[in-house]
């Protein structure tokens, strides 16, 4: 059950995302640009501070809270969720694993807005299977020479510091894996941007590492530490996935919500007819079950997960919070008819916004392969 704090908190991100993101929503995603405007608002509402520790300039929220604000953005802009989602995956692992000087550096420039960060870890040939990376990182006295490439990375080229995960042993597989901070001016490359189905306006691209000279005191954990940074981080951030899929579903309910009380068929409004009410309540009732998921995650987190069920539970809420959307999305643009296979209406977006949180941080086949896993092996 939320807390009073909670139910208030929803009210408010409500009425700042109506206000300072919903407008900009459909020209983001025509334009395919960063939602500047948000993020603007973002920072000067001081937002961008309650995802971060206290002693590091953040607002120390729960996860929970932080579910509640990821889903209430994603519910008028999936786009501008990942502005709020994005940089704290880039500074978990700074988090849980960094050193405190590391953290004393960066975390409070991220969380007053003043730098944004990115997680760098898929490549071309290593989405799915993290160990099969090629990018290295060669220890040279007291740095390290990272050569590679990340691809499909959230937020490249606008973001000012990379998580960057690289073989510091190549025949080591995954133990041969280290994760570091990179800083953008020390010669990070940006390649190709995608040009994307749905969250059009959060870029996506290649980040490349030719000779990028990084200190060795910018090592987050020990070497070969990094796939188990790797893994503890989406253990933790995919929950988070799960509220903004949440957020995408309520959004799109919402609008059909709204098109089926006005739109008249046979004299009457078809919120009337007992098939567009039975496609709400099944859709209503799916993204509620979803939601339920996907805070009991996050309450996993906020207990610091003493039983050891956050791998299993973060990819059921990601997994079942995921597919909801994508069949509560597809279901509002039916509702819709043929406007709704329009962009005068937001549901054709939503859509397309649902498809990617089945995808990333692990498709909903891996999230499979956890949980099955979890259920044989313990």
């Known amino acids: 059950m939320l807390s009073e704090e909670q139910i208030e908190l929803r009210k408010v991100v409500r009425r700042w995302a109506e206000a300072d993101v919903a407008p900009y929503a459909a020209e983001v995603d025509r334009d395919a640009r960063f939602p500047d405007e948000a993020f603007k608002s973002f920072v000067d509402n001081g937002w961008v501070k309650l995802q971060y520790p206290s002693e590091y300039g953040g607002d120390g929220a729960d996860a929970l809270s932080i579910a509640i604000f990821v889903e209430e953005i994603a519910r008028v802009c999936a786009s501008s969720s990942l502005v709020a989602m994005i940089s704290k995956l880039g500074c978990i692992p700074l988090i849980h694993w960094g050193s405190e000087d590391l953290k004393r550096k960066y975390l409070p420039l991220v969380a007053t807005g003043r730098m944004q960060a990115s997680y760098c870890l898929s490549e071309t040939g290593a989405g799915s299977d993290v160990a099969s990376m090629k990018t290295r990182a060669i220890r040279d006295g007291d740095t390290y020479v990272l050569k590679g490439a990340k691809h499909w990375i959230t937020n490249a080229g606008v973001s000012d510091i990379y998580t960057v995960f690289a073989k510091t042993d190549p025949d080591a597989g995954s133990k041969g ?124 987190i906020d207990a610091g997960d003493p039983y050891g069920e956050l791998p299993m539970m973060g990819a059921m809420a990601k997994c079942v919070a995921a597919d909801t959307a994508m069949a509560v999305t597809v279901d509002a643009v039916q509702l819709f008819g043929g406007y709704g296979y329009t962009k005068d209406f937001p549901v054709e977006r939503y859509m397309r916004d649902a498809k990617i949180t089945q995808i990333y941080e692990g498709t909903n086949q891996i999230q499979r392969v956890v949980i099955s896993k979890q259920l044989l092996d313990g």
Request: charged share 25%; proline share 3%; net charge neutral.
């Open 177 to 300: 894996v280290s994760c570091f901070v990179v800083e953008r001016d020390w010669g990070v490359k940006i390649g190709k941007l995608e040009d994307k189905l749905g969250v059009r306006g959060s870029p996506t691209g290649e980040v490349l590492l030719d000779e990028v000279r990084v200190p060795a005191l910018n090592r987050i954990g020990e070497e070969g530490q990094g796939f188990a940074i790797a893994m503890g981080t989406l253990n933790r951030s995919r929950p988070g996935i799960g509220a903004q899929a949440v957020g995408i579903a309520q959004g799109a309910i919402d609008a059909a919500l709204g098109y089926v009380r006005q739109r008249e068929q046979f004299g009457r409004p078809i919120g009337d007819f007992q098939g567009v009410r039975f496609m709400l309540a099944d859709m209503a009732m799916r993204n509620e079950a979803a939601r339920s998921l996907v805070y009991r995650a996050h309450e996993v």
